[in-house]
C-alpha cells in the first residue's frame, strides 16, 4: 500500500501569484493531470495546501500544513504525519509530466530506505520522491533547529540516488521531473502537451 501526496502550497510569484498546480497545460490543469497519473500508481492520493478551497471538490483529502510557514519541508511533514501507510511519495504542484514508470521505479526503490530521491544533471528533486515515515523525527529536529532546506535534511537520513540514466531509461521523453516555475517554462509546457498528449 502506498500513498501520493501533492504539495500544492506554493505561490507562483513569477506567474502573478496563482497556486501553480492550478496552472493549465493542455486541455488540463496540472493538479488534475497529476491526479490522474498517481491514482495509477497508488493506493491513496492527498493534496497538502492551506488553500482547502481551491482543491475540496477534487476528491481527494486535503491536509492542511502540521506547521505552517516551514515550506516544503513542512509539507513532507505533513504528509508523512498524515499518511496511513509507511511511505510516501511527494511531488510538487508544479509537475505537469508525471511519470508512471518512473514513480513506480522511486517507490521500489524506496522500499529499503528513508528516502528514494532521483538525481541528475539538475542535482537532486526532493519533491519528486518516496519518502519513508522514519524521515518523522529528522525532519522535526530539523525544523524545530530552524533548517527548512529540504536538501539539508538528506544527510541525516539513508538515501537511495536514483540515477539519470535510470529516469531516461524509464522516461525517454525526459519529461517527468520537468516543472513550472516562470511564464517561460508555462509556454514550453502548453508546448510539450500538445506533443506528450497526443501519444496517449
Not at 75 to 93: E, K, P, W
Not at 102 to 113: C, K, Q, S, T
Request: aromatic share 4%.
Amino acid at each position: 500500500m502506498y500513498t501520493a501526496t501533492i504539495l500544492a502550497g506554493g505561490r507562483g510569484r513569477r506567474l502573478g501569484g496563482v497556486s501553480k498546480a492550478l496552472l493549465s497545460v493542455g486541455e488540463r490543469r496540472i493538479i488534475d493531470r497529476q491526479l490522474t497519473t498517481l491514482r495509477s500508481v497508488v493506493d491513496h492520493v492527498a493534496i497538502v495546501t492551506n488553500d482547502h478551497m481551491h482543491y475540496v471538490d477534487l476528491g481527494v483529502p486535503v491536509w492542511p500544513d502540521a506547521l505552517p510557514g516551514t515550506g516544503p519541508l513542512g509539507g513532507i511533514l505533513t504528509a508523512l504525519l498524515n499518511a496511513t501507510t509507511s511511505q510516501v511519495l511527494v511531488v510538487a504542484g508544479d509537475m505537469p509530466f508525471l511519470n508512471t514508470r518512473v514513480l513506480a521505479h522511486l517507490l521500489e526503490a524506496g522500499r529499503r530506505v528513508d528516502v528514494a530521491i532521483p538525481c541528475t544533471g539538475d542535482g537532486l528533486h526532493p519533491l519528486c520522491a518516496s519518502w519513508g515515515s522514519g524521515c518523522i523525527s529528522p525532519i522535526r529536529r530539523q525544523i524545530d533547529a530552524g533548517m527548512l532546506k529540504v536538501v539539508e535534511i538528506l544527510p541525516k537520513l539513508n538515501v537511495h540516488e536514483v540515477t539519470s540514466e535510470e529516469i531516461l531509461a524509464l522516461d525517454p521523453e525526459n519529461t517527468a521531473l520537468f516543472n513550472v516555475n516562470t511564464p517561460e517554462d508555462h509556454a514550453r509546457a502548453r508546448a510539450l502537451a500538445e506533443r506528450h498528449d497526443a501519444h496517449r
